[in-house]
């Protein structure tokens, strides 16, 4: 029987991150990270189990050759600290989940050897010793949680040599004992300044040389974050916004500039995309911006946070826009802003009525 390849991604940080930071967006920039590294599969990989903050994938009855290997390894590590830079840079969240996930880091086991197959629920679960030897191949004794292993076993199926260098690996030779039996492999900590992170949009911020059109204030009896995460997580959005019927959006995403979100009003969609503007006043700024509006060529909400005390803020929320014509001016002028007063003062009232729900909810 021709040896398989066992093959596993493991996010290095992920307990401390958990126990140390805001749960639920934790859980979605990991989501986030796993989606990532399962995309960067190149070598048609079978992904045997999502394992919390790790990916286990095979590759039954083959081997990669040495190069592909490689290859592949260099792709999800790119890819990974690819998408935390752009996390960072993208990001309007001050929590500790989001401002503490740049400092997330990968390691990389490979090992070869026998495979047999458990089916469950007609799903086929690789087993056996060489499972069991790949993840102990994760609770090595390497001195850092940014690295590559190949086990022995594998860098003799391929041909790898200990001397093998490049400018982004250089092989050192490593040894543990598991249940007293020695496992000998090769490893190479990773420079992620030798990494060629493919490039991404970096969202500017809207310069608006103008004053708003509208504004609404309104003041919480809740602390800046926490009002600002109300706003942002749209899973409460329909909860509050007057007139939403439902939000469609990326559960396993972390609210940051240039994500996108719908609105659905009505059977329609309104499609809105993350933005910012200049913050000269300390303020935790979230703005959305309408691409697809009807009425307006530029149509821009700004939800302003001013932390008042621990345990009030204020809010202003401003209305940008520009019409697409004289006529639909006339319209937004007789119309639209009637309505837009009555349902944002209603919206406003609902968001306080679920900012106190949920404060109730974590004293409970």
């Given amino acids: 029987m021709a040896k398989s390849?066992?093959?596993?991604?493991?996010?290095s940080g992920f307990t401390n991150?958990?126990?140390?930071?805001?749960?639920?967006?934790?859980?979605?920039?990991i989501a986030e990270l796993l989606e990532v590294l399962i995309a960067a599969n190149t070598q048609q990989l079978s992904l045997a189990e999502i394992e919390g903050d790790a990916l286990f994938f095979y590759k039954e009855n083959e081997v990669l050759s040495q190069e592909k290997l490689l290859a592949q390894i260099e792709t999800m590590y790119t890819a990974f600290y690819g998408h935390l830079k752009m996390m960072e840079k993208n990001r309007i969240c001050p929590c500790m989940a989001c401002s503490s996930a740049i400092n997330l880091e990968l390691k990389i086991v490979a090992h070869s050897g026998d495979l047999q197959f458990l089916k469950v629920q007609n799903n086929r679960k690789p087993f056996g010793e060489s499972v069991i030897q790949v993840h102990r191949l994760l609770k090595n004794t390497i001195d850092s949680d940014n690295y590559a292993l190949i086990s022995k076993d594998l860098a003799e199926e391929i041909d790898m040599s200990l001397s093998y260098k490049s400018s982004l690996f250089n092989f050192k030779l490593g040894n543990d004992t598991y249940d007293n039996k020695n496992i000998d492999y090769i490893f190479s900590e990773i420079d992620t300044d030798e990494l060629k992170l493919k490039p991404f949009l970096e969202e500017n911020q809207i310069v608006l040389n103008r004053p708003p059109n509208m504004v609404f204030e309104r003041t919480f009896k809740t602390n800046s974050n926490q009002l600002l995460e109300v706003i942002t997580n749209y899973k409460y959005r329909n909860l509050w916004s007057e007139g939403v019927d439902d939000i469609k959006f990326n559960i396993n995403e972390v609210t940051r500039l240039g994500t996108e979100h719908a609105c659905v009003i009505g059977g329609k969609h309104l499609n809105f995309k993350v933005v910012t503007k200049k913050n000269d006043n300390n303020?935790?700024?979230?703005?959305?911006?309408?691409?697809?509006?009807?009425?307006?060529?530029?149509?821009?909400?700004?939800?302003?946070?001013?932390?008042i005390s621990k345990t009030e803020s204020k809010l202003a929320v401003e209305f940008y826009w520009k019409p697409k014509s004289f006529i639909k001016?006339?319209?937004?002028?007789?119309?639209?802003?009637?309505?837009?007063?009555?349902?944002?003062?209603?919206s406003l009232d609902r968001l306080n009525e679920v900012v106190e729900e949920l404060k109730k909810s974590e004293i409970k």
């Fill in 5 to 11: 390849l066992l093959f596993i991604p493991d996010i």
């Fill in 17 to 29: 991150f958990v126990q140390n930071t805001e749960v639920e967006h934790s859980q979605h920039v």
């Fill in 283 to 307: 303020e935790l700024v979230y703005g959305e911006q309408n691409i697809d509006s009807p009425l307006f060529k530029e149509l821009y909400q700004f939800f302003n946070i001013t932390a």
């Fill in 329 to 346: 001016k006339l319209v937004i002028s007789f119309f639209a802003k009637k309505l837009l007063t009555k349902n944002f003062n209603g």
